[in-house]
């Protein structure tokens, strides 16, 4: 049944977005316009539909005509969230730009923000500032010719820094328990990824490898890992994504025997029952384990992580339609205006309904 329905249900999303996404008022990557205009763009180049890539296009437009001076800055829903979206792509190929003129307010604006951020991770945190910097720097046509590109780096330099003190005042046992339920945006992971993503770059690598080795020391300990198995999942995907990286060799124990050890005992009915109930979303849903385990496959190839992939998937279509909400999907009403986006709404669920390869969307990004 959930096969059957699974196309059904992806033309009714397409739909209600096309129909709703000009129309919200969110600008920003997670939850609004920015992300939808992503899903278009690859579901464009998937199906070869012109009026998709079009479509984006628009919203791309209504993105910059409605930025104003109270745009927020964070990565959730404002400039920093924005900026990487651009940045995705151009460096992507969906769209054609100088990205160091089209971003030049956005870095005039979010070079002072790290002072003004109280936390440390991605969607409102400095993990979130430091996301837009790294991509910025990734852009391939960045260069320390360039004088954007030198202050980028200074950018990311001072927000190592900060990190630095903020993980030292947090304590890493607080970041690994900081939440009991699934959240693919769970700061401790994403953390790891950002910094090994940033050691990519040999940039303030002593400080780097240095807090790599703080953040995950308490894990070759059994008694710290977390006991959520949806959690654990997430953590190997983080562990995984520091292998393809080659960061073993900063860490002070083998990363395959821990992968190991959070993989013992994991099973779907107590994964699910971890997840909100009947929520077929990316953040805390099906949607999201779903994702979890195609990245996971991306990395490794083992072939067990296609089979997981179809069960979440299937999984997502077999709660009952409900009229509260869009496209048979339920939406509780203190998130409605959430519910067209990537992370808790429609876009995300249906980056996992087709073949769009939002690549690393999370977890390479940041």
Sequence with gaps: MAIRNSKNRSQRIINVLLLNASFIDNLGLMHGKMGIAIYFFHLARETKTQIYEDYA??????????????????????????????????QNGFLEADTDEVLEDFDNRLQPARNQIQGIGLLNGLTGLGAYYLKRIQNPASSD????????????????????????????????????AFNLTWDYPVLLVFLAEVSQLNLFNFKVER????????????????????????????LEKLKSLKIEQLLDGPIDRLIQNLMIGIDRNDITEELVPNSAFMQNGTS?????????????GKENYQTEILYWNNHSFEFDETDQGYAGFNVTKENEDKSFGLLTGLAGIGVMMRKVEISNFLMNQP
């Design 57 to 90: 296009g628009e919203l791309i437009d209504e993105i910059y005509e409605e930025i104003t001076v109270t745009t927020p800055l964070d990565f959730e829903n404002g400039l920093a969230g924005i900026g990487w979206g651009i940045e995705y792509l151009v």
């Design 145 to 180: 010719e360039k004088v954007t590109t030198l202050i980028n780096k200074q950018m990311l330099i001072h927000l190592i820094d900060e990190m630095e003190l903020r993980v030292e005042n947090e304590r890493v046992m607080n970041l690994i328990n900081s939440t009991d």
């Design 211 to 238: 807090m790599l080795k703080q953040l995950t020391v308490l894990l070759f300990q059994t008694k710290n890992l977390p006991q959520q198995q949806s959690k654990r999942l997430l953590l190997v995907l983080a």
């Design 288 to 300: 999201g384990i779903a994702w979890i385990y195609k990245q996971l496959f991306q990395l490794t």
